[in-house]
C-alpha cells in the first residue's frame, strides 16, 4: 500500500513509519521543505501543501496535533484545538479534491472523548463526556467524518478514528518520562490512586493500525487501549516494582491542581475504565494485555 502519515516525527509517528515501512511505501508529512521523494510538504495555516505527492494514496493516517500534555494556557488550549480542528479540515479538504481519494483515513483521536468518574465501563457506542478534552475530541471527529460526506459513490472513503488511550513504551513517550523518577525512588500514586487508566502497549498500537488498516469492515471510532485498564494506584506500584523500587512518594489532588490546572482534572485524576470492543470482536490478538506482563517483558 501507499501510505502517507502526518504527525511522522512524533513519538508514535516514528514508530509507525518504521513499522509500516518494512510492508508498505510511506509518504511522511512534513512542516519544513525537503528533497526526500518521500516527503510531502504540508502548511495548514498557510493553506500549503504538495497535493499534486497525495495523488494515488490507498491510505492517509492523520496524527499530527499540538500536544495536550502541558499547563492549558489560553494560548496552550487556542494551539491544540486549531492544530486539530484546522489541520484536519485542511487536509479532508485537500484529500477529497483529488481525482482519486485515498481508499482509507485513519485519524487520531482520544478516550478523552468518554465521560470521565463513571463507574461504566466505555466502549464504541458510550457517548460523549463534558470538559476541555471530550470538546476537542468532538470537533476533531466531526471534521475527520467530512472526508466520507464528500466522497462519491465512485471513490468511497473508509473513516476510522483511533481513540487511544495513554500509550505506554520504555523507550519514550510518559512512561519513558516516568521511568527516571520510578528509578530514584520517587514514583507514586496520584490523588486518591483509585482512578482507573486505560492503557495499550506502543507494540499493540503499531499491530492495531495493520490490522484496522488490512479489514475492510472496521470503520468509525476504535478504542486502541488494552483490556485490562489498571487503577493509578495499581500502575505505579508495578512499575516500581519493575525496577526493584517502592512507590511511597504520593501527590495529592489538590498539589496537582494547583500546580498543572485543569489538565491534572481531566488526564492525571479522572478515571475511564475503556475496553478495546471493535478489536477483540475483529479477533486483534493483544501481545501485551496485561500492564505486568508489559513491564516484565519489555
Known amino acids: 500500500m501507499k501510505i502517507a502519515i502526518s504527525g511522522a516525527s512524533g513519538f508514535i ?8 515501512s518494512k510492508q508498505h511505501t510511506i509518504y511522511r508529512l512534513m512542516r519544513k521543505k525537503t528533497t526526500e521523494k518521500k516527503s510531502i510538504y504540508w502548511n495548514y495555516r498557510d493553506g500549503e501543501i504538495e497535493q499534486e505527492k497525495l495523488e494515488g494514496l490507498d491510505a492517509f493516517i492523520h496524527l499530527a496535533g499540538y500536544s495536550v500534555a ?9 494551539k491544540i484545538e486549531e492544530s486539530r480542528v484546522l489541520g484536519t479540515r485542511f487536509l479532508v479538504d485537500q484529500l477529497s479534491s483529488l481525482s482519486l481519494p485515498p481508499k482509507i483515513f485513519l485519524s487520531a483521536s482520544a478516550i ?7 463507574e461504566v465501563e466505555l466502549t464504541e457506542k458510550s457517548g460523549h463526556g463534558t470538559g476541555f478534552l471530550s470538546n476537542i475530541c468532538q470537533k ?36 519513558g518520562q ?8 520517587l ?44 487503577t493509578n494506584r495499581e500502575f ?6 519493575s525496577v526493584n523500587r517502592p512507590a511511597f512518594c504520593h501527590l495529592p489532588a489538590l498539589l496537582l491542581k494547583l500546580g498543572l490546572g485543569e489538565m491534572s482534572k481531566e488526564m492525571l ?9 471493535k478489536l477483540l470482536d475483529t479477533d486483534f490478538k493483544f501481545k501485551f494485555p496485561f500492564l505486568k506482563n508489559f513491564l516484565a517483558e519489555t
Not at 478523552?112 to 463513571?118: E, K, L, Q, S
Not at 469492515?217 to 486502541?224: F, R
Request: glycine share 10%; net charge positive.
Open 140 to 175: 476533531w471527529e466531526n471534521e475527520g467524518a467530512a472526508i466520507v460526506k464528500k466522497s462519491s459513490s465512485h471513490h468511497s472513503t473508509r473513516l476510522c478514528y483511533f481513540r487511544t488511550g495513554l500509550v505506554l513504551d520504555k523507550a519514550g513517550g510518559a512512561l
Open 178 to 185: 516516568m521511568l527516571p523518577f520510578f528509578r530514584w525512588g
Open 236 to 241: 505505579t506500584q508495578l512499575v516500581a516494582r
Open 269 to 277: 485524576l479522572s478515571s475511564q475504565f475503556v475496553l478495546p470492543k
Open 187 to 230: 514514583g507514586g500514586k496520584f490523588g486518591t490512586g483509585k482512578q482507573y487508566w486505560s492503557w495499550i502497549a506502543l507494540a499493540d498500537y503499531l499491530n492495531a493500525v495493520e490490522h484496522i488498516l488490512a479489514d475492510d469492515d472496521i470503520s468509525g471510532p476504535v478504542n486502541l487501549v488494552s483490556p485490562h485498564p489498571v
Open 70 to 78: 502541558r499547563i492549558w494556557t489560553q494560548r496552550a488550549r487556542k
Open 112 to 118: 478523552g472523548y468518554y465521560p470521565a468518574n463513571t
Open 13 to 20: 509517528g516514528k514508530a509507525l513509519v518504521r513499522k509500516l
